[in-house]
């Protein structure tokens, strides 16, 4: 038997005189500073701390969602806090407005680096047995395709930028099925292994693939959870994974759920 | 069948305006300012680099490792960088250390916000059938017992600071069992475990645990790798996860693997 | 602190004395005597094997698939060894050939104890970005929404019979996605969420789901496997999942990979 | 793109007409038949129906466990069955009580084809601050080290013979850690490690390695399960990943849980 050292073994071990200072100094006080990024379903919750996030980070954002109302709601209360926001609709499920979304993204700020994937069909709550075919179609088109084929459409774009981030944003039901969610719950779970299959192919294209998956608000393990969650506790962890400091994270999902149980 | 909105599912959506700046302006530009911060196994590779970062963040930090020259030349280096670092000597596996390094981190910042467990043994390289048991009794007393004894030796500290924010560090040979490295595979996916365990157990004294699982330099898997890691890929999620962003974060296991296949 | 014995710990530890029989007896000879089994996709390979198991192992049989000589030949193949098999054209993907399955199941043998969803769509191997919205629908509706809505056609016909078991055939594909499968593998873990979500919702029904992960015949870890995989080797898991000795076993997928790195 | 069939794809797709008659016939009505098995900790509880299982399959089993008197009771019972059993008193935590069991075995029954590692300690129920160094170091003996330390001692017996078969059980706690039982969950985690580990390690010597998780009593999560478990529950997986049917599972851990939320 001989013993390998951390250099082997560590997974990114290095000796100490070797560290790069790649992660201090400015970089890293506005982390996205000069990225373009693309969120969708923005205008509000989850998608909208995110937004304003990657804002407050440094990056040009774009926020979308269905309705022009709520678009204009959006952009009107982050510009107001200074940040460089702009807003277009879209309904993600249709192609037309994925291709829309994207050209008004490249020809706002010149391309895109960022994409967050957020948009959602608003979920059918009932029996498995009441789920109908027109149901899994329209949840499987707007939570899994949809996601699938924006990323799609994105890629180019950031290619011609020589690379890029794109978070998907899943559940914990992707882990623990929720009660009377069954569809729902499936299209987060398919939506960590599209993360996993986008990684795996876009490496090559210098873009990396992570997922988000936000917790519950009240579940019967409440009771292992110290507080209930916010909006603003997703938005932390995209900004990160879209930054410099997760460049060597891909393909991973991480669960802001306050110690509800999840995968090992 | 009934819609729930966003409001119930989306873990932690809410109405836009009820956006809080928790996590904008001046806390983000030092995430962890005033912390307190001891980190295991740091004059040296990940450790070392994780170290250093939380001192770039603004952490006072304690850096600890089992020979003075290798404390005296970390210390000496990042304060040389203008950071608030000092050092301990430290074998985690002996009680009597473990003491001395938490006493030594009150008396110095006063307390302690943070704790990086990242000490662990020189992994021995061999088949499972050379593996004696005293290298079992070594692996497992100072890469599994020990970071769960150091833990509960800081517990009483945090507690008095109102709580404080653990990251334990694995490998992604937790998930993926590396060839002729049994042993060491075995304590860290123990080690997992042992971040669910203590965030289960610690979330009532307001104690976030989370754990960093490092990826490799080189597997039949690299070709899915866009590059090798380096320490400080490390270094960035370790500082998001002990600061207010990571706030509803605990329990978890970011892997740090460019894509390495590990857990879904 | 208290010791709990195995009584409270073990799961399932009784005193030795109330040890059943249950499991002992004729009932194992024949495990699955008198129950009425579906298998889609059963003309061939993985589902062909898992169909016999099945008569073998004393249920009968009615295979599947999309072609009438297929569904001819297998028939043929299989009362030629004696076995109690009968067959009728599917496509899966079609809700009136759905119906017609089940229709013709429980006019045949009276009933359904059993189903395996074992049917997918030919998989189409090429770059992410070469995937059409096109592909997409067809390997959703066939590999997703199909097993969620035959597994719904059928369990009324189960509730009829007191309760059932349904087995899912998902591929090691839905842990680390195949280069080049992206949409396959997707949809491969989407059906161990959708086992996961059926088994939660039909609990209360008696009825158990759970899932096959299959690895695969060539890898780069392939140096782990002993040998490579036969549709046999699908089999016994199958007919296991569906007999009485499973009856505590629902919502899992157990992988048949020869040592494939999954899931930890 | 071009289409890629079931035979590159399904893991072990093949024609019809070359699936093999393998695991039909008089193999499968005593899959175990001429087996040599050692289970430890098969006095009571699961361990027992383990045993038990093995015996009616087919196997010649010893049993064992701490007290001469628990291992006299077993063995009278499961003789008075007519099953080919036989007992010796083995503490696993020592050397030479390991050492024993399995020279016993050999002069039993001429070598070791099938070992069931089921010893644990008797956990402590307590905060995870009561635990103390002496704690750790004894469940993380017997619970983690000795099933290691047994495997070796067993593998040589299994080379003679050409291959054999382990089985460590584990437990739910592997996955969800229960409040109250921190090193007992973290020993059990460590076991779906070592089983990976194992299995990676010993496929050169023919020899597979799984692993049973257990589920529990009773949870919040009660309300999933259909009804609490039995011994009997474990033992018919434990006796089919043993048999020539799971030939091509190894590394895998297999939850006996009635639905309890495991890992995906």
């Known amino acids: ?23 201090s ?3 890293r006080r506005d982390p996205l500073a000069n990225k373009m990024a693309l969120v969708t379903g923005s205008t509000d919750g989850i998608g909208f701390a995110i937004a304003r996030r990657l804002a407050q980070d440094g990056a040009h954002v774009v926020v979308s969602s269905r309705k022009q109302q709520n678009v204009d709601r959006a952009v009107a209360a982050l510009q107001g806090e200074g940040l460089s926001v702009t807003g277009t609709v879209c309904h993600v499920g249709k192609s037309e407005d994925r291709e829309r979304l994207v050209a008004t993204a490249v020809n706002l700020h010149g391309g895109i680096d960022i994409l967050v994937s957020n948009a959602a069909v608003s979920p059918f709550f009932g029996d498995i047995m009441d789920v109908t075919e027109e149901m899994w179609d329209k949840i499987l088109d707007v939570n899994v395709k949809a996601p699938a084929l924006l990323t799609k459409a994105v890629v180019p774009e950031m290619e011609k930028r020589g690379g890029g981030s794109v978070v998907i944003v899943s559940s914990i039901a992707a882990y623990i099925p929720l009660p009377d969610l069954g569809p729902y719950s499936v299209s987060k779970t398919a939506l960590v292994g599209l ?66 149980p999840s995968h090992l």
Chains 1, 2, 3, 4 share one sequence.
């Open 195 to 260: 993360t996993k299959s986008l990684a795996l192919e876009l490496a090559k294209r210098n873009i990396r693939v992570n997922c988000l998956a936000p917790g519950l608000i009240k579940t019967a393990s409440s009771q292992k959870i110290s507080r209930l969650g916010k909006p603003e506790d997703c938005a932390g962890i995209v900004s990160f994974l879209c930054s410099e400091d997760a460049s060597y994270i891909t393909g991973e999902t991480v669960v802001v759920g306050g110690g509800t």
């Open 25 to 27: 100094g400015v970089a």
């Open 1 to 23: 038997m001989r013993k390998v050292g951390e250099l082997l073994l560590g997974g990114c071990a290095r000796m100490w005189k070797s560290v790069h200072r790649a992660s």
